[in-house]
């Protein structure tokens, strides 16, 4: 039945009002949803209900039902206006920025990205190139201008006059000796060149600075670099392989050396300390080529000690301690070493204490470790014993070494003596 809340009355029985209670209360607890109850009566003024065919909260004013929204702002599509307490929304890390949003309003505030590279500006030029550095989030954190030096044979389109390379105080050869020589006298420079230092086409000789492979030099009076320019340097330090030169500040250019028809990198010991050395610049290799004669190493040794012993029956290495010179330093350790090479002829001679009659004394030149050259000495009596050998050998000039061995059968041990030697020098 309809709730009625003018029921119960008191001249109600007692069995209605009992179910008039039960009627006003089943419409109170369906929220006097009209669309739910049978049509609640007499309800009083103000009275609040649920009007779910509308979808919002309506009020009784004694006459009518009337929504809620329009007098108390309740958004009637489910959600609330504004929260009652706003938030504050952040961003950390590599970018930053926060703002405030309480649901009244979409949020948008400025973020800011986080300084990765302190170095800011232009980058880049005809003669520069840039050098960046990327973080795995693809960030640039740093950048810089890098010049770039291009090796001088990878240049293409250069000069091949003098005037082409800007240098306005020379006169062009023509053939004419006069001509050249017409340099010395139109230069106002004290150090200018004379025609003797041009006819022999060598402006200077200066010693050298720098690493052993990596040579510097400077001439008092200047050198412009041109194809066919000579110089004469005397190496303060025996070159490594591949060395280059640094000259008057222009550079720097490898030197190179003619092998048959090819034009190759110096090996390490080419270029000797304190060696006079002549190079001549050649645009065609970009570089200066090495016109001296190869040096020719050469060493002398003896054993240091007084004596060394050979044991009977065994190949012995012998000892040789002392060197009376060694002029490419390729002898050490005992060995003979080459680093250039070619054809060397090597010599020994060891000098044996006692002996027993008729007994095989045994010299022999080893290459890497393994029998090369040897002698057989059959002795003529007990006494001191000179053995000798020499032989012309081969070196490679990179891993080839060479030592000197002996062998002895008496039954007992044996000495060398200290006027033993070995030595060698190269010959092509």
């Given at each position: 039945m309809a709730g009625d809340f003018n029921k119960p009355a008191l001249s109600d029985g007692?069995?209605?009002?009992?179910?008039?209670?039960?009627?006003?209360?089943?419409?109170?607890?369906?929220?006097?949803?009209?669309?739910?109850?049978?049509?609640?009566?007499?309800?009083?003024?103000?009275?609040?209900?649920?009007?779910?065919?509308?979808?919002?909260?309506?009020?009784?004013?004694?006459?009518?039902?009337?929504?809620?929204?329009?007098?108390?702002?309740?958004?009637?599509?489910?959600s609330a206006a504004k929260w009652v307490t706003a938030r504050n929304i952040a961003l950390t890390g590599d970018i930053t920025g926060n703002g405030n949003i309480d649901g009244s309003a979409n949020l948008s505030f400025a973020a800011t990205?986080?300084?990765?590279?302190?170095?800011?500006?232009?980058?880049?030029?005809?003669?520069?190139?840039?050098?960046?550095?990327?973080?795995?989030?693809?960030?640039?954190?740093?950048?810089?201008?890098?010049?770039?030096?291009?090796?001088?044979?990878?240049?293409?389109?250069?000069?091949?006059?003098?005037?082409?390379?800007?240098?306005?105080?020379a006169a062009a050869s023509n053939g004419s000796a006069s001509n050249v020589f017409a340099v010395a006298a139109a230069t106002s420079s004290a150090h200018a060149p004379t025609a003797l230092q041009m006819q022999r086409g060598a402006f200077s000789y200066a010693g050298t600075s720098g690493t052993s492979t990596a040579y510097i030099v400077n001439f008092p009076m200047g050198l412009g670099i041109a194809d066919g320019t000579r110089v004469l340097i005397q190496p303060h330090l025996t070159c490594g392989a591949s060395p280059s030169i640094l000259v008057d500040g222009a550079g720097p250019y490898y030197?190179?050396?003619?092998?048959?028809?090819?034009?190759?990198?110096?090996?390490?010991?080419?270029?000797?300390?304190?060696?006079?050395?002549?190079?001549?610049?050649?645009?065609?290799?970009g570089g200066f080529i090495f016109n001296s004669p190869l040096p020719r190493p050469s060493f002398a040794t003896y054993p240091s000690g007084s004596s060394q012993t050979i044991p009977s029956?065994?190949?012995?290495?012998?000892?040789?301690?002392?060197?009376?010179?060694?002029?490419?330093?390729?002898?050490?350790?005992?060995?003979?070493?080459p680093t250039i090479a070619g054809n060397y002829q090597?010599?020994?001679?060891?000098?044996?204490?006692?002996?027993?009659d008729q007994t095989g004394l045994f010299v022999a030149i080893y290459k890497n470790s393994a029998l090369h050259r040897h002698v057989i000495h059959m002795t003529s009596g007990p006494g001191e014993q000179h053995v000798s050998l020499g032989a012309l050998v081969n070196a490679n000039g990179t891993s080839d070494f060479f030592?000197?061995?002996?062998?002895?059968?008496?039954?007992?041990?044996?000495s060398i003596y200290s006027t033993s030697a070995f030595d060698g020098f190269m010959v092509g």
């Open positions: 007692y069995t209605a009002f009992a179910q008039a209670v039960r009627d006003i209360v089943s419409d109170m607890i369906k929220g006097l949803d009209p669309a739910l109850t049978l049509g609640t009566t007499n309800t009083p003024t103000n009275a609040i209900r649920w009007n779910s065919a509308n979808g919002y909260w309506e009020k009784y004013n004694g006459t009518t039902w009337a929504a809620l929204a329009s007098t108390y702002a309740i958004n009637t599509s489910g990205l986080a300084s990765v590279n302190a170095n800011v500006g232009s980058f880049g030029s005809a003669t520069q190139s840039m050098q960046i550095t990327v973080n795995a989030k693809g960030l640039v954190t740093a950048i810089s201008n890098v010049t770039v030096t291009p090796a001088w044979g990878s240049v293409t389109g250069k000069p091949t006059t003098i005037a082409g390379y800007g240098i306005t105080d030197i190179y050396k003619r092998s048959g028809g090819t034009i190759v990198n110096l090996q390490a010991g080419e270029i000797l300390q304190y060696f006079p050395t002549e190079l001549i610049f050649s645009s065609t290799a029956g065994a190949w012995t290495k012998v000892t040789f301690g002392t060197e009376a010179f060694d002029t490419n330093n390729n002898f050490a350790s005992s060995r003979f070493t090597l010599q020994t001679s060891l000098h044996f204490a006692n002996s027993v030592e000197i061995y002996c062998y002895q059968g008496t039954g007992l041990d044996r």
